[in-house]
């Protein structure tokens, strides 16, 4: 059975603008931010992620960013622990006083 052949997700010049990115981050000359203002770029993660935006900007085929909902939803899965039902007694412990001038 012959495979279907898949969509491509990132264009190829947008690769290239990525890889252009990557360049600057390795030479140390990449900058983030509005007009370099960010500093430095630290990280491959955010060289790459520049390189997108860039390809984005020039409205090269490059998928859309991601919903930053989602993260909020796995957080809630997260606190959903059981909690036991005993309850501890613990005694009341007066409060230190801070001096704050």
Do not use: H
Request: charged share 45%; aromatic share 2%; hydrophobic share 15%.
């Amino acid at each position: 059975m012959a495979r279907k052949a898949k969509k491509r997700r990132y264009s190829p010049s947008s690769g290239s603008d990525v890889e252009n990115e990557m360049r600057r981050y390795k030479k140390g000359t990449a900058k983030s931010g509005p007009k370099g203002r960010g500093g430095r770029v630290k990280s491959r993660k955010q060289a790459i992620a520049i390189g997108l935006s860039k390809a984005r900007k020039k409205g090269k085929k490059v998928p859309k960013k991601a919903a930053k909902t989602s993260s909020k939803t796995s957080s809630k899965k997260r606190t959903t622990k059981k909690t036991t039902t005993k309850k501890k007694t613990t005694k009341k412990s007066s409060k230190r006083k801070s001096s704050k001038r």
